[in-house]
């Protein structure tokens, strides 16, 4: 498991260096972006080294035991000094920001190379790359070198949540919120790695053992980091993303509104703009989608203006009766009559019947009431959907209803 975790954060680091690579190559000053790549960078090389197969073969090739242990754990202390970097550039005026970046840059320096040393002190003979953490913590100078990296891992990641979590609230752009709240959560998660090392050290002083919650270390550790990751880069793709799901909604809407469409539009042609030449070149329109939806509703509504004058109050009342004794309520009953009453106006109009003037008051509005356009589109596809699953002979049902009424028979045949 420890394996594929780091596998997946190595993968998660490169695709967002690789994502960011674009704006570094269009903004090479900018020191935000060059500190964020460098992020990116300083994560994958140390989910990478730590894969067990690769720190073998890096132990190999310098001739160091574990020194894949040293250069992974100075990837992670430089690349939280450069996520301080980022915020830091971001917060604060160039002038300032470039006197705290040189005290940072100094920090992390002073920290790998004390990291370095204490590393050198220890010389670890024995090749652990699965659990170099646990075989070592006993020894004293590891236990110095193990809380010098804990208590900087510590601090850094802290200050990347409160600094994260209080600029999201006053930050102007909802994707930026998202990404820095989901950045805060990220690190904060890292926090478990973090206390559960903590707690190794300790442990030796108090005579506990958290042996049994390594896999929640790592799984704290390279999982959080990785949502950090994702955090640093959503602000940039995520309205994209957004964009698309509102294309997949519309173009969604749109077909499952042609039948209504397409039947309103055979009986009333003027109603349309720039009508589709059929059900396949409708279905293959992916250009202005949103644009396309908003002229089919309107078109649509057009349409059931234009069929009042066919609408059978009479049939109307028995139809809403006939479904409220089915058991329908609410929008469900709201969009069968409506998509009834449609069906029943067109086959109206095909006969060339009409209503008095008088009667076409009592037929109503065709549905409830809207505040926004989004809602008034839902509408129409539940209308839409009804209307495409009905019977061929349901108009007919409508029609047959209000006739009995009309004749006292009190009857009311079955609909649909």
Request: net charge positive; charged share 20%.
């Amino acid at each position: 498991m420890i394996t594929s975790l780091h596998a997946f954060g190595a993968v998660a680091a490169w695709a967002g260096l690789f994502y960011k690579w674009r704006s570094l190559r269009q903004n090479p000053a900018d020191p935000a972006l060059l500190a964020l790549c460098a992020v990116f960078t300083l994560s994958g090389l140390s989910f990478f080294i730590s894969l067990p197969v690769v720190w073998v073969r890096v132990d190999d090739l310098l001739g160091v035991p574990n020194i894949a242990a040293l250069l992974a754990q100075s990837c992670v202390m430089a690349l939280l000094v450069g996520q301080q970097l980022v915020l830091t550039y971001w917060a604060r005026p160039p002038e300032r920001a470039r006197v705290l970046a040189r005290l940072q840059l100094c920090f992390g320096v002073a920290a790998i190379a004390s990291l370095a040393t204490l590393f050198w002190l220890l010389t670890p003979t024995a090749q652990r790359p699965r659990d170099f953490t646990l075989y070592y913590v006993h020894d004293p100078y590891y236990i110095a070198y193990l809380s010098l990296y804990v208590g900087a891992y510590l601090i850094g990641e802290i200050n990347v949540v409160r600094v994260c979590w209080g600029y999201s609230a006053v930050a102007g752009r909802t994707w930026l919120r998202r990404g820095l709240r989901v950045t805060a959560v990220g690190a904060f998660i890292t926090l478990g790695y973090g206390g559960i090392r903590a707690g190794n050290i300790l442990g030796i002083a108090f005579g506990f053992d958290l042996r049994h919650l390594e896999t929640v270390a790592w799984l704290c550790g390279d999982l959080g980091s990785a949502i950090t990751l994702v955090g640093w880069t959503l602000p940039g793709w995520g309205p994209r993303v957004a964009a698309a799901g509102r294309w997949v909604t519309a173009y969604r809407r749109h077909r499952r509104l042609y039948p209504l469409w397409a039947a309103l539009h055979e009986a009333v042609p003027t109603i349309a703009l720039a009508p589709a030449r059929s059900e396949l070149a409708d279905r293959l329109a992916v250009r202005q989608v949103e644009f396309r939806l908003y002229r089919r509703v309107i078109e649509i509504r057009d349409g059931q203006l234009a069929l009042r004058a066919h609408a059978d109050p009479e049939a109307m009342a028995e139809v809403t009766r006939a479904s409220h004794e089915a058991g329908l309520s609410g929008d469900e009953l709201r969009a069968r009559v409506e998509a009834l009453r449609i069906a029943s106006a067109l086959r109206a109009r095909a006969r060339g019947r009409t209503v008095a003037d008088a009667d076409r008051a009592r037929v109503g509005a065709e549905g409830p009431a809207f505040t926004d356009l989004a809602a008034e589109t839902a509408w129409l596809v539940r209308v839409a959907v009804v209307f495409a699953a009905l019977p061929a002979d349901a108009s007919e049902q409508a029609d047959g209803a209000a006739r009995a009424a009309a004749s006292g028979d009190g009857r009311v045949p079955e609909v649909g």
